[in-house]
Each structure stands twice: as C-alpha cells, then as structure tokens.
C-alpha cells in the first residue's frame, strides 16, 4: 500500500536551500532538541561507535554528538538538501529521510532532530531504521507536535473564513505523542517511549514570526496548500487578530512549539520483556537505561 503524499517534499528542498544561503540560520528550536539529545545519551551507559545523525539540517545535531562522543568510530551526517548538507562538517550523505541508503546492522545509535515530521511514510522510514540499527542499537528523536503553531493556525483559520469565506490547509497535521509511541513499537522497535515538551517563544510581532519560519525554511509544504498567492487583506486581518488574541508583554506576541522526544531500541534477547497489564515492578527508566529527566514545560526565545 503507497502512503498518502501529505508534503511536497521537492518544495520543502527548495525551501530548505533557499535557508542555507542565510549566513545565520535561526536555529534555536533546533539546538534546544540538539542539546536535549545530549543531555539523554549523557545518561546511557554506553559507548555508541557507528552514529548516524538522520536528517542532518546544517549539522546542528552531528557537532553536538561528535562532541560527546569523540571515541566514536564514525559520526555520518546524512541530509536530502544539498546546500545544507554542505554546512555540515565530517561525513557527508546526500540521502532521503524516506530511502535509507544503509546496510542492514550500520549503526548503533540513529539521532533524528526536527526532520522526521515531514516525511510522507513515517511507519516505512521507522522501518528502515529499525533495519539500520545493529541488535540493541538505540534510536533517538525529536518531531514536532500538534500543539505546534496552533495560534498561527487558529489565526488563519479566523482571517480565512471572514476574509475570503474558505480555509486553506497551512499548518501541517502533526502526530499526537501517543500515536509516535504506537508507531515504534509497529516499525518492531522495543521499549520505545515518546513525552513532550511545550515551548513557549515571543516575537516582536506575526510578521516576525512568519519571516522567521520562512528563514527557516518551515513555509508550506502541504501537498494540498492553496496554490495562489496570500491576499493582502486575509494577511492583514490575520496579523490583526494574532496581536489581539496572542498578544505578550511589551507589544510582543506568543508562539508554541511542541517537542515530542522518542526514545527506542533495536530488539535484542538481553532486553527486560514486556509484563501482563497491571504487573510492573521496575521503573520505565530502569528498563530504558536511561535517567530520568525532568522537561521544561515552557522558554522564552525568538526573535
């Protein structure tokens, strides 16, 4: 069965290239998950020698585990946009999230920062990962949740229906933190865990928002977007009700962004095996080998 062709993924490289001509890219979103990633293997006792930062961006991610794990054999930043791929540093493949070009058994630990929300087969990628991964190998990630954007699209969704009487698909659907759980688990992989982390960031106005998402190269990439052009009058009343509606200290205005982390393991007969329902005895991050962490619900950032 072919999956749906939610994103226009020849657009989301166009737009991504168009990003990496920026000399800085705001990448503040994408360092915060970065850093959490750290913070989590940091934790794991375990040396990860084959590594694997999947959907690299401009490296970001590949320098912070390069970073941790110095004793590493190989750290592969692999990214389908070709001038992104170019800001990256040390091993380089230019690859699609959706086709991993990677042997069976490649690497013991896959990293995946802000990439994997927008493929169209998150189950066969997930899969293929799986595959990438030699036995209790580890696969870390971080997408972006529901709750992400939800003024901007709670604002269009307004401007749209009183301006132009019909709304335009903007906002992509993302995954609920429950459903990415289910998800690991069918792509076979074992113990997987999935929580979230709401961020809260204040710009200077909508304006400054959207310029910033478009820096980004976060513009939409929906495949069933509105074709024609933003009319003046629906921008405007848009802006208008964001600073009404959203409106933040000293003029600024709020955005959310939801994180939703995912942590799971290539199967292996050492792993603790699943209870019955209502049997547990040891804590979820015994059995993950990991630390607990106790996440941030809300920030500050922005621009």
Known sequence: MT???????????VRRARAASWATLPDFLLSRAADDMADRLAGIDRRFSHILNLGAHH???????????SAANLVVDMEACRPLLARCE????LADEEFL?????????????????FVNDLPGTLAQIRRALKPDGLFLGSVLGGATLQE??????????????????RVAPMADVRDYGALLQRAGLAL?????????????????????????????????RRKRPLRRATLARAIEIYQTHFGAERGRVRATFEIIH????????????PLRPGSAQAR????????????????????
Not at 155 to 169: C, K, N, Q, R, Y
């Open 59 to 69: 490296g970001v991610l590949g320098k912070r585990l390069s970073q941790t794990h």
């Open 284 to 303: 979820l991050a015994d059995a993950l080998k990991v630390e607990e962490h106790i996440l941030k619900h809300s920030g500050n950032g922005g621009g």
């Open 262 to 273: 995912l942590a799971a393991w290539a199967p292996h007969e050492s792993q603790q095996k």
């Open 90 to 93: 040390g091993v380089k493949v």
């Open 152 to 169: 901007l699209r709670q604002t269009f969704t307004e401007a749209e229906l009183e301006i132009e009487g019909g709304v335009s698909p």
């Open 3 to 13: 999956a749906p062709t939610l994103f226009d993924r020849p657009l989301l490289n």
């Open 192 to 224: 997987p865990v999935a929580d979230t982390d709401l961020v809260t960031v204040t710009y200077a106005s909508p304006l400054a928002l959207m310029l910033e998402l478009r820096a980004m190269g976060a513009g939409n990439v929906l495949a069933e």
């Open 101 to 117: 070009p990677f042997r069976d058994g490649a690497f013991d630990l896959i990293a995946s920062a802000l990439s994997l929300q």
